[in-house]
């Protein structure tokens, strides 16, 4: 029983599940702006939002596959311009990312081994 016990209060379990959560909520919002995108769309075309459902050239139904990869293109799309480009942005413009170089603990292991590489010498002769 502490074994289970152990496994439910572990802290990336309540991450996962947070996440989880957060992640369910925004898709919601994601689909909801990107179906008001459509729907500007069609405004914008004077027709219908895309739907290619009734296609089916040689009697292959591929209409239901095009409208799903013309909406997830548009979700994609939405989801990089909108949020992840964004993001990048903020993300670097506050916390940004180190300069190149030798980290400081490299260069302190360096001077280490190059200070246990001189005693291993031995003192100079005279």
Known sequence: MS????FILRG???D???AFIIGSAFAAVVTA???MLL???ARVFGGSQPNFDEYAPGDVEVGPFLTALVAFLILAAIVYFFIVTPYVAAKERFFPSPEPGTP???KLLQEIRDLLASQAQGPPRP
């Open 3 to 6: 074994g289970f016990k152990n």
């Open 12 to 14: 990336n379990l309540v």
């Open 16 to 18: 996962l599940a947070v």
């Open 33 to 35: 702006f990107t179906q």
């Open 39 to 41: 729907s500007a769309i």
């Open 104 to 106: 400081e603990d490299v």
